[in-house]
């Protein structure tokens, strides 16, 4: 397995990961979830997380698309 942080957006307490991790199964065939995580940090501590799976329902399944910088 190997997580990438795709992309991370800072704004005030809260922070946006988008993130992918890819699986090589044994036959070499690769897969690849992502995921979309939101956190409110507080005085250096994540206080509160969430995860948005209804967004999983309007994207076809496989990585996010690339993002230009």
Known sequence: MRAVAR??????AYVTLLWDIE???NDG??????GI????????KIT???NP???VEQYPAGPWPSFDP
């Not at 065939?29 to 992502?34: A, C, E, M, P």
């Open 53 to 55: 799976n209804a967004v």
């Open 29 to 34: 065939k690769v897969s690849t979830i992502s």
């Open 23 to 25: 699986m090589v199964a």
């Open 37 to 44: 995580d939101i956190f409110k940090v507080v005085d250096g």
């Open 48 to 50: 509160d997380v969430w």
């Open 7 to 12: 992309r991370y957006v800072c704004e005030g």
